[in-house]
């Protein structure tokens, strides 16, 4: 398990800023991502509005993500379907 440092977390809040969707996964065998960790980790990603995949594989993650940009989805659409898999 690892954790971004604050560099990304500023990087991730300038994405978002600009509406693109930036999401958390793992490719751990088995295990949700979940913002945790403060100083650099998932709280702060979070904070600066990163989605969390939760329970999604990566794969599976970013198929789900190209269909629903694919299909003119927003980001909060996007949040709002991540969500169920929290």
């Keep these: 398990i690892g954790n ?9 809040e300038g994405l978002v800023e600009q509406g ?5 996964t793992s490719r751990c065998g088995a295990g949700p991502t979940r913002p945790v960790y403060g100083n650099g980790g998932g709280r ?4 600066r509005g990163a989605i ?5 594989p990566t794969s599976k993650a970013r198929l789900l993500l190209a269909l629903l940009l694919g299909n003119g989805y927003s980001i909060d659409d ?4 991540f969500s169920l898999f929290q």
């Design 78 to 81: 996007v949040r709002q379907w």
């Design 44 to 47: 702060d990603l979070e904070s």
């Design 4 to 12: 971004a440092n604050r560099g990304v977390a500023n990087i991730v």
């Design 52 to 56: 969390f995949a939760g329970y999604l």
């Design 20 to 24: 693109v969707p930036v999401v958390v």
